[in-house]
Protein backbone atom coordinates (compact mmCIF):
# COMPACT_ATOMS: atom_id res chain seq x y z
CA UNK A 1 0.00 0.00 0.00
CA UNK A 2 2.84 2.91 0.98
CA UNK A 3 4.74 1.45 -2.42
CA UNK A 4 0.80 2.17 -4.73
CA UNK A 5 0.50 5.66 -2.17
CA UNK A 6 3.71 6.88 -3.45
CA UNK A 7 3.11 6.19 -7.22
CA UNK A 8 0.08 7.59 -6.95
CA UNK A 9 1.55 10.72 -5.32
CA UNK A 10 4.59 11.08 -7.61
CA UNK A 11 2.27 9.89 -10.71
CA UNK A 12 4.44 7.40 -11.58
CA UNK A 13 2.37 4.55 -11.45
CA UNK A 14 3.53 1.05 -13.02
CA UNK A 15 0.47 -0.83 -14.74
CA UNK A 16 -0.30 -3.34 -11.48
CA UNK A 17 -0.58 0.08 -9.46
CA UNK A 18 -2.43 1.38 -12.39
CA UNK A 19 -4.93 -1.82 -11.47
CA UNK A 20 -4.79 -1.53 -7.78
CA UNK A 21 -5.47 2.24 -8.14
CA UNK A 22 -8.24 1.95 -9.91
CA UNK A 23 -10.03 -0.69 -8.04
CA UNK A 24 -9.10 0.94 -4.70
CA UNK A 25 -11.27 4.06 -5.85
CA UNK A 26 -14.18 2.50 -7.69
CA UNK A 27 -14.59 -0.18 -4.99
CA UNK A 28 -15.38 2.94 -2.78
CA UNK A 29 -18.32 3.88 -4.54
CA UNK A 30 -19.85 0.49 -4.83
CA UNK A 31 -19.07 -0.23 -1.27
CA UNK A 32 -21.24 3.02 -0.40
CA UNK A 33 -24.49 0.46 -1.80
CA UNK A 34 -24.11 -1.86 0.52
CA UNK A 35 -25.58 -0.47 3.72
CA UNK A 36 -28.25 1.31 1.63
CA UNK A 37 -29.69 -0.74 -0.92
CA UNK A 38 -32.34 -2.99 1.29
CA UNK A 39 -33.05 0.65 2.92
CA UNK A 40 -33.53 2.01 -0.84
CA UNK A 41 -35.83 -0.63 -1.79
CA UNK A 42 -37.84 -0.45 1.31
CA UNK A 43 -38.29 3.12 0.43
CA UNK A 44 -39.97 1.86 -2.37
CA UNK A 45 -42.09 -0.27 -1.13
CA UNK A 46 -40.43 -2.99 -1.50
CA UNK A 47 -40.64 -6.32 0.86
CA UNK A 48 -38.08 -8.55 1.98
CA UNK A 49 -37.88 -10.62 -1.11
CA UNK A 50 -38.06 -7.62 -2.70
CA UNK A 51 -34.50 -6.64 -1.29
CA UNK A 52 -33.52 -9.94 -1.94
CA UNK A 53 -34.31 -10.10 -5.45
CA UNK A 54 -32.91 -6.41 -5.81
CA UNK A 55 -29.53 -7.37 -4.34
CA UNK A 56 -29.53 -10.62 -6.25
CA UNK A 57 -30.92 -9.51 -9.83
CA UNK A 58 -27.08 -8.03 -10.28
CA UNK A 59 -25.45 -11.00 -9.05
CA UNK A 60 -27.39 -13.27 -11.66
CA UNK A 61 -26.28 -10.98 -14.44
CA UNK A 62 -22.96 -10.97 -13.15
CA UNK A 63 -22.80 -14.92 -13.24
CA UNK A 64 -24.23 -15.84 -16.58
CA UNK A 65 -21.51 -12.51 -17.88
CA UNK A 66 -18.27 -13.76 -16.38
CA UNK A 67 -17.60 -16.76 -18.51
CA UNK A 68 -18.46 -15.14 -22.10
CA UNK A 69 -16.31 -11.73 -20.95
CA UNK A 70 -13.38 -14.00 -20.10
CA UNK A 71 -13.45 -15.48 -23.64
CA UNK A 72 -13.56 -12.01 -25.01
CA UNK A 73 -10.51 -11.28 -22.84
CA UNK A 74 -8.82 -13.94 -24.00
CA UNK A 75 -9.34 -13.26 -28.00
CA UNK A 76 -9.88 -9.17 -27.72
CA UNK A 77 -7.53 -8.28 -24.82
CA UNK A 78 -8.06 -7.60 -21.36
CA UNK A 79 -7.91 -3.56 -21.74
CA UNK A 80 -11.46 -2.85 -23.93
CA UNK A 81 -13.69 -5.10 -21.44
CA UNK A 82 -11.82 -3.06 -18.48
CA UNK A 83 -12.55 0.45 -20.01
CA UNK A 84 -16.43 -0.72 -21.67
CA UNK A 85 -17.53 -2.55 -18.61
CA UNK A 86 -16.29 0.72 -16.35
CA UNK A 87 -18.37 2.92 -18.72
CA UNK A 88 -21.77 1.34 -18.75
CA UNK A 89 -21.60 0.90 -14.85
CA UNK A 90 -21.09 4.17 -14.63
CA UNK A 91 -23.77 5.00 -16.96
CA UNK A 92 -26.38 3.00 -15.28
CA UNK A 93 -25.52 4.51 -11.95
CA UNK A 94 -26.22 8.13 -13.03
CA UNK A 95 -29.79 6.36 -13.93
CA UNK A 96 -30.57 4.78 -11.17
CA UNK A 97 -29.31 8.17 -8.81
CA UNK A 98 -32.12 9.73 -10.98
CA UNK A 99 -35.01 7.64 -9.51
CA UNK A 100 -37.39 7.65 -12.48
CA UNK A 101 -39.71 4.75 -12.54
CA UNK A 102 -41.45 2.06 -10.49
CA UNK A 103 -39.32 -0.26 -8.93
CA UNK A 104 -39.26 -3.08 -11.47
CA UNK A 105 -37.68 -0.67 -13.64
CA UNK A 106 -34.92 0.24 -11.29
CA UNK A 107 -34.25 -3.57 -10.97
CA UNK A 108 -33.41 -3.81 -14.32
CA UNK A 109 -31.03 -1.24 -14.08
CA UNK A 110 -29.31 -2.77 -10.88
CA UNK A 111 -29.03 -5.42 -13.58
CA UNK A 112 -27.54 -3.83 -15.70
CA UNK A 113 -24.90 -2.77 -13.71
CA UNK A 114 -24.56 -6.31 -12.50
CA UNK A 115 -23.62 -6.80 -15.76
CA UNK A 116 -21.11 -4.68 -16.34
CA UNK A 117 -19.64 -5.72 -12.79
CA UNK A 118 -19.25 -9.18 -14.37
CA UNK A 119 -17.34 -8.55 -17.41
CA UNK A 120 -15.00 -6.09 -15.47
CA UNK A 121 -13.41 -8.90 -13.09
CA UNK A 122 -12.41 -11.75 -15.15
CA UNK A 123 -10.21 -9.07 -17.24
CA UNK A 124 -8.91 -7.28 -13.93
CA UNK A 125 -7.67 -11.10 -12.43
CA UNK A 126 -6.57 -12.37 -15.48
CA UNK A 127 -4.54 -8.98 -15.72
CA UNK A 128 -3.03 -9.09 -12.69
CA UNK A 129 -1.78 -12.50 -13.13
CA UNK A 130 -0.41 -11.56 -16.30
CA UNK A 131 1.70 -9.32 -14.15
CA UNK A 132 2.74 -12.12 -11.60
CA UNK A 133 4.94 -14.68 -11.52
CA UNK A 134 3.27 -17.84 -10.73
CA UNK A 135 4.14 -18.58 -6.87
CA UNK A 136 3.45 -15.34 -5.73
CA UNK A 137 -0.26 -14.69 -6.82
CA UNK A 138 -1.84 -15.20 -3.66
CA UNK A 139 0.00 -12.09 -2.21
CA UNK A 140 -0.65 -10.54 -5.74
CA UNK A 141 -4.48 -11.14 -4.95
CA UNK A 142 -4.16 -10.03 -1.40
CA UNK A 143 -3.13 -6.87 -2.52
CA UNK A 144 -5.92 -6.40 -4.63
CA UNK A 145 -8.21 -7.58 -1.43
CA UNK A 146 -6.74 -4.68 0.73
CA UNK A 147 -7.51 -2.07 -1.74
CA UNK A 148 -10.66 -2.83 -1.72
CA UNK A 149 -10.49 -3.08 1.95
CA UNK A 150 -9.56 0.39 2.04
CA UNK A 151 -12.90 1.07 -0.20
CA UNK A 152 -15.15 -0.47 2.14
CA UNK A 153 -13.63 0.99 4.82
CA UNK A 154 -14.55 4.32 3.16
CA UNK A 155 -17.53 3.84 1.08
CA UNK A 156 -20.49 2.33 3.66
CA UNK A 157 -19.25 5.29 6.29
CA UNK A 158 -19.68 8.07 3.09
CA UNK A 159 -23.65 5.87 1.91
CA UNK A 160 -24.69 6.03 5.27
CA UNK A 161 -24.24 9.70 5.32
CA UNK A 162 -25.72 10.13 2.20
CA UNK A 163 -28.34 8.42 2.87
CA UNK A 164 -29.62 10.49 5.51
CA UNK A 165 -30.03 12.91 3.00
CA UNK A 166 -31.41 11.02 0.21
CA UNK A 167 -31.29 7.21 -0.61
CA UNK A 168 -30.56 7.46 -4.80
CA UNK A 169 -27.42 9.84 -3.70
CA UNK A 170 -25.51 6.67 -3.13
CA UNK A 171 -25.59 5.95 -7.04
CA UNK A 172 -24.34 8.94 -8.42
CA UNK A 173 -21.26 8.59 -5.75
CA UNK A 174 -20.66 5.29 -6.74
CA UNK A 175 -21.00 6.96 -10.37
CA UNK A 176 -18.46 9.50 -10.12
CA UNK A 177 -15.78 6.99 -8.29
CA UNK A 178 -16.09 4.87 -11.29
CA UNK A 179 -15.05 7.58 -13.56
CA UNK A 180 -12.85 8.88 -11.37
CA UNK A 181 -10.87 5.26 -11.72
CA UNK A 182 -11.60 4.29 -15.25
CA UNK A 183 -9.32 8.23 -16.10
CA UNK A 184 -6.67 5.54 -14.59
CA UNK A 185 -7.54 2.59 -16.89
CA UNK A 186 -7.29 4.30 -19.78
CA UNK A 187 -3.74 4.73 -19.26
CA UNK A 188 -3.33 0.95 -18.50
CA UNK A 189 -1.19 -1.07 -21.35
CA UNK A 190 -2.83 -4.02 -23.17
CA UNK A 191 -0.98 -7.12 -20.70
CA UNK A 192 -2.71 -10.56 -22.64
CA UNK A 193 0.17 -10.35 -25.82
CA UNK A 194 2.54 -10.12 -23.02
CA UNK A 195 0.77 -12.92 -20.95
CA UNK A 196 1.02 -15.32 -23.80
CA UNK A 197 4.79 -14.79 -24.83
CA UNK A 198 5.58 -15.64 -21.44
CA UNK A 199 3.70 -19.03 -22.15
CA UNK A 200 6.19 -22.29 -22.04
CA UNK A 201 4.88 -25.25 -23.77
CA UNK A 202 5.42 -28.64 -21.87
CA UNK A 203 7.53 -31.47 -24.09
CA UNK A 204 3.87 -33.07 -24.71
CA UNK A 205 2.39 -30.44 -26.78
CA UNK A 206 -0.46 -30.34 -23.95
CA UNK A 207 -1.66 -27.31 -22.48
CA UNK A 208 0.90 -26.42 -19.57
CA UNK A 209 -0.49 -25.53 -16.13
CA UNK A 210 -3.63 -28.23 -16.98
CA UNK A 211 -3.96 -32.15 -16.41
CA UNK A 212 -4.01 -34.02 -19.67
CA UNK A 213 -7.03 -36.24 -19.76
CA UNK A 214 -7.09 -39.71 -21.58
CA UNK A 215 -3.53 -39.05 -23.35
CA UNK A 216 -4.75 -36.78 -25.62
CA UNK A 217 -3.42 -33.24 -25.50
CA UNK A 218 -5.79 -31.64 -27.96
CA UNK A 219 -9.30 -33.06 -25.75
CA UNK A 220 -7.20 -32.15 -22.42
CA UNK A 221 -6.91 -29.13 -23.51
CA UNK A 222 -10.99 -28.77 -24.71
CA UNK A 223 -12.08 -30.27 -21.15
CA UNK A 224 -9.79 -27.45 -19.20
CA UNK A 225 -12.84 -26.18 -17.39
CA UNK A 226 -13.64 -29.82 -15.57
CA UNK A 227 -9.72 -30.28 -13.70
CA UNK A 228 -10.50 -30.64 -10.57
CA UNK A 229 -7.58 -28.35 -9.77
CA UNK A 230 -10.06 -25.56 -10.97
CA UNK A 231 -13.42 -26.86 -9.86
CA UNK A 232 -12.26 -27.32 -5.99
CA UNK A 233 -11.50 -24.04 -5.42
CA UNK A 234 -14.45 -22.67 -7.69
CA UNK A 235 -16.61 -24.66 -5.07
CA UNK A 236 -15.18 -22.67 -2.56
CA UNK A 237 -15.84 -19.41 -3.92
CA UNK A 238 -19.31 -20.46 -4.37
CA UNK A 239 -19.50 -21.13 -0.71
CA UNK A 240 -17.66 -17.23 0.09
CA UNK A 241 -20.24 -15.72 -2.67
CA UNK A 242 -22.97 -17.33 -0.54
CA UNK A 243 -22.18 -16.07 2.72
CA UNK A 244 -21.28 -12.46 1.65
CA UNK A 245 -23.40 -11.46 -0.56
CA UNK A 246 -26.62 -12.96 2.26
CA UNK A 247 -25.19 -10.22 4.46
CA UNK A 248 -25.61 -7.37 1.60
CA UNK A 249 -29.20 -8.35 2.32
CA UNK A 250 -29.76 -9.52 5.64
CA UNK A 251 -26.95 -7.06 7.51
CA UNK A 252 -28.77 -3.89 7.35
CA UNK A 253 -31.85 -5.59 8.47
CA UNK A 254 -30.57 -7.57 10.84
CA UNK A 255 -29.00 -3.89 12.61
CA UNK A 256 -31.99 -2.07 12.03
CA UNK A 257 -34.45 -4.53 14.12
CA UNK A 258 -31.56 -4.27 16.96
CA UNK A 259 -32.46 -0.34 16.86
CA UNK A 260 -29.73 1.07 15.16
CA UNK A 261 -29.82 3.67 12.10
CA UNK A 262 -28.01 3.56 8.11
CA UNK A 263 -24.73 5.54 9.95
CA UNK A 264 -24.23 2.82 12.21
CA UNK A 265 -24.78 -0.10 9.61
CA UNK A 266 -22.30 1.78 7.28
CA UNK A 267 -19.74 1.80 10.11
CA UNK A 268 -20.26 -1.69 11.18
CA UNK A 269 -19.37 -2.57 7.77
CA UNK A 270 -16.52 0.15 7.42
CA UNK A 271 -14.93 -1.22 10.96
CA UNK A 272 -15.61 -5.02 9.15
CA UNK A 273 -12.63 -4.07 6.25
CA UNK A 274 -9.91 -2.85 8.98
CA UNK A 275 -8.16 -6.36 9.93
CA UNK A 276 -8.49 -7.60 6.56
CA UNK A 277 -6.71 -4.55 5.36
CA UNK A 278 -4.14 -4.76 8.37
CA UNK A 279 -3.38 -8.40 7.95
CA UNK A 280 -4.02 -8.98 3.93
CA UNK A 281 -0.29 -8.71 3.09
CA UNK A 282 0.67 -11.45 5.74
CA UNK A 283 -2.15 -13.41 4.54
CA UNK A 284 -1.01 -13.02 1.26
CA UNK A 285 2.15 -14.56 1.96
CA UNK A 286 0.53 -17.35 4.05
CA UNK A 287 -1.21 -18.50 0.90
CA UNK A 288 1.48 -18.63 -1.11
CA UNK A 289 3.51 -20.59 1.44
CA UNK A 290 1.21 -22.43 3.90
CA UNK A 291 -0.39 -25.88 2.84
CA UNK A 292 -3.77 -24.84 1.18
CA UNK A 293 -5.81 -27.87 1.93
CA UNK A 294 -5.33 -27.16 5.87
CA UNK A 295 -5.36 -23.01 5.51
CA UNK A 296 -8.60 -23.07 3.25
CA UNK A 297 -10.66 -25.34 5.38
CA UNK A 298 -9.93 -24.28 8.93
CA UNK A 299 -10.89 -20.29 7.57
CA UNK A 300 -13.69 -21.34 5.97
CA UNK A 301 -14.73 -23.06 9.55
CA UNK A 302 -14.03 -20.29 11.59
CA UNK A 303 -16.54 -18.20 9.02
CA UNK A 304 -19.30 -20.83 9.65
CA UNK A 305 -18.49 -20.37 13.56
CA UNK A 306 -19.10 -16.71 13.15
CA UNK A 307 -21.80 -17.02 11.30
CA UNK A 308 -24.21 -18.96 13.59
CA UNK A 309 -22.88 -16.55 16.84
CA UNK A 310 -24.49 -13.88 15.46
CA UNK A 311 -28.58 -14.19 15.85
CA UNK A 312 -27.91 -14.61 19.46
CA UNK A 313 -26.35 -11.53 19.61
CA UNK A 314 -28.14 -7.59 20.75
CA UNK A 315 -25.58 -5.12 21.47
CA UNK A 316 -23.22 -3.53 18.81
CA UNK A 317 -20.15 -4.29 20.30
CA UNK A 318 -20.43 -7.99 20.48
CA UNK A 319 -21.54 -7.80 16.93
CA UNK A 320 -18.47 -6.00 16.14
CA UNK A 321 -16.22 -8.62 18.36
CA UNK A 322 -17.40 -11.35 16.50
CA UNK A 323 -17.21 -9.79 13.05
CA UNK A 324 -13.53 -8.43 13.25
CA UNK A 325 -13.18 -12.57 14.26
CA UNK A 326 -14.89 -13.30 10.89
CA UNK A 327 -13.04 -10.70 9.12
CA UNK A 328 -9.19 -12.58 10.54
CA UNK A 329 -10.81 -15.72 9.05
CA UNK A 330 -11.33 -14.09 5.64
CA UNK A 331 -8.74 -12.44 4.65
CA UNK A 332 -7.41 -15.55 3.29
CA UNK A 333 -9.94 -17.09 1.46
CA UNK A 334 -10.66 -15.36 -1.97
CA UNK A 335 -7.26 -14.21 -2.57
CA UNK A 336 -5.44 -17.96 -2.10
CA UNK A 337 -7.99 -19.59 -4.15
CA UNK A 338 -7.79 -16.65 -6.83
CA UNK A 339 -4.08 -18.09 -6.77
CA UNK A 340 -5.05 -21.26 -7.10
CA UNK A 341 -7.18 -20.73 -10.38
CA UNK A 342 -4.57 -18.83 -12.05
CA UNK A 343 -1.81 -21.29 -11.18
CA UNK A 344 -3.60 -23.73 -12.69
CA UNK A 345 -4.22 -22.16 -16.13
CA UNK A 346 -2.14 -21.02 -18.92
CA UNK A 347 -2.26 -17.54 -19.88
CA UNK A 348 -3.96 -18.03 -23.17
CA UNK A 349 -6.91 -19.61 -21.19
CA UNK A 350 -6.29 -17.27 -18.21
CA UNK A 351 -9.32 -15.05 -19.12
CA UNK A 352 -11.75 -17.97 -19.53
CA UNK A 353 -10.58 -19.47 -16.24
CA UNK A 354 -11.21 -16.59 -14.52
CA UNK A 355 -14.49 -16.22 -15.73
CA UNK A 356 -15.62 -19.50 -14.55
CA UNK A 357 -14.10 -18.97 -11.21
CA UNK A 358 -16.26 -15.62 -11.25
CA UNK A 359 -18.82 -17.54 -12.38
CA UNK A 360 -19.15 -19.83 -9.47
CA UNK A 361 -18.69 -17.23 -7.01
CA UNK A 362 -20.81 -14.61 -8.45
CA UNK A 363 -23.56 -17.65 -8.78
CA UNK A 364 -23.35 -18.44 -5.34
CA UNK A 365 -23.39 -14.82 -4.60
CA UNK A 366 -27.26 -14.57 -6.27
CA UNK A 367 -28.32 -17.47 -4.51
CA UNK A 368 -26.93 -16.14 -0.83
CA UNK A 369 -28.31 -13.08 -1.62
CA UNK A 370 -31.88 -14.24 -3.56
CA UNK A 371 -32.15 -17.86 -1.53
CA UNK A 372 -30.70 -17.02 2.20
CA UNK A 373 -31.38 -13.65 1.87
CA UNK A 374 -35.12 -14.47 1.21
CA UNK A 375 -34.99 -16.49 4.58
CA UNK A 376 -34.51 -13.75 6.84
CA UNK A 377 -38.48 -13.04 6.67
CA UNK A 378 -38.96 -16.30 7.66
CA UNK A 379 -36.95 -16.10 10.84
CA UNK A 380 -33.76 -14.52 11.28
CA UNK A 381 -31.37 -17.49 12.25
CA UNK A 382 -32.18 -19.14 8.78
CA UNK A 383 -29.78 -17.09 6.64
CA UNK A 384 -27.12 -17.35 8.98
CA UNK A 385 -27.64 -21.59 9.51
CA UNK A 386 -27.39 -21.90 5.81
CA UNK A 387 -24.63 -20.02 4.71
CA UNK A 388 -22.76 -21.94 7.82
CA UNK A 389 -24.11 -25.11 6.37
CA UNK A 390 -22.55 -23.66 2.71
CA UNK A 391 -19.15 -22.76 4.12
CA UNK A 392 -18.81 -25.93 6.07
CA UNK A 393 -19.46 -28.34 2.87
CA UNK A 394 -16.66 -26.36 0.94
CA UNK A 395 -14.25 -27.00 4.29
CA UNK A 396 -15.10 -30.83 3.41
CA UNK A 397 -14.13 -30.76 -0.49
CA UNK A 398 -11.26 -28.64 0.04
CA UNK A 399 -9.68 -30.69 2.90
CA UNK A 400 -10.22 -33.54 0.08
CA UNK A 401 -8.88 -31.89 -3.05
CA UNK A 402 -7.69 -28.67 -2.81
CA UNK A 403 -4.15 -28.53 -4.48
CA UNK A 404 -1.68 -27.91 -1.20
CA UNK A 405 0.69 -25.70 -3.24
CA UNK A 406 1.41 -23.73 -6.17
CA UNK A 407 2.53 -26.17 -9.42
CA UNK A 408 6.20 -25.79 -8.48
CA UNK A 409 5.98 -26.21 -4.55
CA UNK A 410 6.25 -23.42 -1.62
CA UNK A 411 7.93 -20.96 -3.37
CA UNK A 412 11.02 -19.93 -1.69
CA UNK A 413 12.36 -16.11 -0.63
CA UNK A 414 12.40 -13.42 -3.26
CA UNK A 415 15.43 -12.21 -4.78
CA UNK A 416 15.47 -9.15 -4.72
CA UNK A 417 15.85 -7.27 -8.61
CA UNK A 418 19.25 -6.19 -9.34
CA UNK A 419 19.97 -3.38 -11.59
CA UNK A 420 19.98 -4.47 -15.54
CA UNK A 421 17.76 -7.33 -14.77
CA UNK A 422 15.46 -8.67 -12.61
CA UNK A 423 14.73 -12.24 -10.77
CA UNK A 424 13.02 -14.28 -9.23
CA UNK A 425 12.79 -17.66 -7.50
CA UNK A 426 10.33 -20.09 -9.13
CA UNK A 427 10.30 -23.72 -8.10
CA UNK A 428 13.32 -23.65 -6.72
CA UNK A 429 14.96 -22.54 -9.41
CA UNK A 430 15.91 -18.80 -10.97
CA UNK A 431 14.20 -17.34 -14.11
CA UNK A 432 14.52 -14.29 -15.83
CA UNK A 433 10.48 -12.92 -15.78
CA UNK A 434 9.07 -11.66 -18.52
CA UNK A 435 9.45 -7.93 -19.72
CA UNK A 436 5.87 -6.97 -18.39
CA UNK A 437 6.09 -8.81 -14.51
CA UNK A 438 6.29 -6.40 -12.29
CA UNK A 439 6.73 -6.80 -8.55
CA UNK A 440 7.38 -3.26 -7.15
CA UNK A 441 4.21 -3.69 -5.18
CA UNK A 442 5.34 -7.35 -3.44
CA UNK A 443 6.79 -7.38 -0.41
Known sequence: MLELARGALT????????????????FAGVAALFPVVPLYVRAHGGSSADIALFVAG?????TLIQA??????????????LVGSRVGFAVFSFALFANWGPLWWLALLRVAQGACSGA?????????????????????????QACEMVGLLVGPAIGGAIALWRY????AVCGVTVLIGLGTLLRMPETRGAGLRGV???PDGATPGLPVAGGSPRRATARWWRARELLVPAAALTAVGAMFNMYDVVWP???????????????????YAVPILLLAGRAGRLGDRANRRVLIPAALVGVAACAVTYPELRWILPILGVGTLEAIAVVVLEPTLYASVSERATAELRGRAMGVAGFFEAGGGALGAGVLGALYGIAEPLPFIGGAAACLAAAAVCALWLPAHPPGGIPPG???????GALWEEGGRRTEPPATTLETLLP
Open 253 to 271: QYLRVRGYDSLVIGLSISL
Open 168 to 171: SGIF
Open 120 to 144: YLPALRAALADLTPEGRRSARYAQL
Open 414 to 420: PVRPRHG
Open 11 to 26: LRLDPVQRLLLAQLVM
Open 68 to 81: PAGRVVDRRGGKPV
Open 58 to 62: PLVAS
Open 200 to 202: RPR
